[in-house]
């Protein structure tokens, strides 16, 4: 269960974030949802990372050949 | 002589020996989907005028001698998230079940190149199920039927692409897969199912769920009809920056004559149901004959989180302003109305470790793969679940997925192939795993299985 003052912020977030409201009834459902996304991200922080560790998309600089 | 049924190859043969004509053929699978697939809620169109007249050319380029090979006058099925000129591509959703392209799909237009004739565009799971639903009613079409049990789901996300060959509708479909809607269909349904290497299939034209994680691939009866169509649709395309530069060609060079290497992985068989389990063993009884079989687990990993978070990351991307609108209140299952706003909630940070782990995934499951020809595991640990429960209420405890995760954040290729029959009648499946570019290995390897054995030669009472 992650943080509730994070999950609320973020369902916050949300709400401000999108142009129509959102029913009370379906609030229960987002916060769940962003709750699991930052379980997911907790568990990816339990991995250890090096400095050096580049996301595998890797950005190369563009020079149109046509 | 009825074409149902029939492999491309059988097909081939036919319009060859004159027992049959591409008209003929079109006009038989579109009467075919428009009862038995409509009845399956396979079906999303029916490309009626294109068919004949693609199907008519074909004719009159084969009576000049003109052969433009394997797949010259055999009639398929696209999944409909790929754009064909003249209809509709409503990727399963209801909010854009009107919209329509200028341009076919690269892959639409490669195998209308091969001579192949679109008969129709194939239901599938609204967004290809990126917005997270949890039950077999999330496409505005309605919940795709096995033809093997019609109270069972065809699977997702390429359902119609599944039930359509399943049920002798057309010799093969083009699906897709972000994370298991080629294997998935072509478990539950009981067909051949390839999910290619990343890249290896140009997406140009294709409904983007994930940049980093679509591949496009063949569902068919066999494993050889299935390289026979990666032929047809493989290959670089500039219009996909992530398409793989090498060519591809089926049937590659001859493999050297030595056994095979196999791998099975013990934790992703135990969770299985038990039909599954026994189909499983005896399929890899029948591939030990042709080499050695070692028990190997996954390199600890969070493959499950990683993927999860990279599609919804990229989901949220891409679908970013459909979701602010509103637009995506109008899907079908109530759940799909509401996951994607969560999506807009991952922090970058998470996105960008997912990103980083993933390489390191890649890089230790490659070294895991290179030890063997092939990773041999069930493509389901379950047959098909009933068509009107969510999927929790069905087997919530087989649902973690985490070699399904593995191959998918790797991009690896895999081939499903009907292993026998499990509960309710339903269709198990074996999958045959490889490293990246590996594609002729497995698919040689499902011949070899499907040599052996008829669960692919068998049919439903449909």
Redesign the interface.
């Known amino acids: 269960m992650a943080d509730e003052k994070l999950v609320d912020a973020f369902v916050a977030q949300v709400r401000a974030s999108i142009d129509h409201d959102i029913e009370d009834e379906h609030i229960e459902r987002i916060r769940k949802g962003i709750d699991d996304k930052l379980n997911q991200g907790a568990t990816l922080r339990k991995y250890p990372l090096e400095n050096g560790d580049e996301p595998f998309t890797v950005f190369r600089a563009y020079r149109d050949e046509s | 002589m009825t074409s149902q049924y029939k492999t491309i190859d059988e097909l081939g043969r036919m319009l060859r020996s004159g027992d049959t004509t591409p008209t003929q053929l079109a006009r038989e699978a579109i009467e075919r989907l428009d009862t038995v697939g409509r009845e399956l809620n396979a079906v999303v169109t029916i490309t009626e005028e294109r068919a004949m007249r693609e199907a008519e050319n074909a004719e009159r380029e084969m009576k000049e001698g003109i052969d433009r090979g394997p797949l010259h006058g055999i009639p398929y099925g696209a999944k409909d998230l790929l754009a064909a000129v003249g209809y509709p591509t409503s990727w399963g959703a209801e909010p854009y079940k009107d919209q329509v392209f200028d341009e076919d799909a690269t892959v639409v237009r490669k195998l209308r190149d091969a001579g192949a004739v679109l008969v129709a565009k194939l239901a599938m799971i609204e967004l290809a199920g990126g917005a997270?639903y949890e039950q077999p009613n999330a496409s505005f079409t309605g919940p795709c039927k096995v033809p093997w049990n019609q109270n069972a789901w065809s699977g997702g996300s390429s359902s119609g692409s599944g039930a359509a060959v399943a049920s002798g509708c057309v010799p093969f479909a083009i699906g897709s897969e972000t994370a298991g809607s080629i294997h998935s269909p072509a478990n539950n349904c009981g067909t051949a199912g390839l999910r290619p290497t990343f890249g290896r299939v140009s997406r140009s034209g294709a409904m983007a769920l994930s940049w980093?994680m679509d591949k496009i691939g063949p569902l068919a009866r066999t494993a050889h009809d299935c390289g026979l169509v990666l032929d047809a649709i493989a290959g670089n395309d500039p219009a996909d920056p992530s398409s793989m530069r090498e060519s591809y060609h089926y049937p590659g060079t001859a493999l050297p004559a030595r056994p095979y290497r196999f791998a099975v992985i013990p934790s992703e068989i135990h969770s299985a149901q038990s039909e599954v389990v026994e189909n499983f063993q005896a399929s890899v009884e029948i591939l030990s004959q042709y080499g050695s079989v070692e028990e190997v687990e996954l390199p600890e990993?969070?493959y499950s989180?990683?993927t999860?978070?990279v599609i919804?990351a990229e989901m949220a991307s891409i679908f970013e302003d459909a979701?602010?609108?509103?637009k995506l209140?109008n899907l079908t299952a109530p759940?799909d109305?509401?996951?994607p706003?969560?999506?807009?909630?991952?922090?970058a940070?998470?996105y960008?470790?997912?990103?980083?782990?993933?390489?390191?995934i890649?890089h230790d499951v490659d070294t895991l793969f290179s030890g063997y020809d092939a990773i041999l595991t069930p493509t389901m640990p379950n047959v098909a679940p009933p068509i009107d429960q969510s999927f929790n209420a069905f087997d919530s405890s087989r649902r973690r997925r985490t070699f399904g995760s593995a191959v998918n954040i790797t991009g690896t290729p895999g081939i499903a192939v009907m292993n026998g029959f499990g509960e309710r009648g339903l269709p198990t499946s074996l999958c045959i795993s490889g490293r990246t570019g590996s594609e002729n290995t497995l698919l040689e390897i499902a011949k070899l299985y499907q040599s052996e054995t008829d669960w692919h030669a068998k049919t439903p009472a449909i």
């Open positions: 997270g980093t990993h969070p989180e990683v999860a978070l919804r979701i602010r609108s509103g209140r759940e109305r509401i996951n706003y969560t999506a807009l909630a991952i922090p940070v998470d960008l470790r997912a990103m980083r782990l993933r390489a390191k890649c």
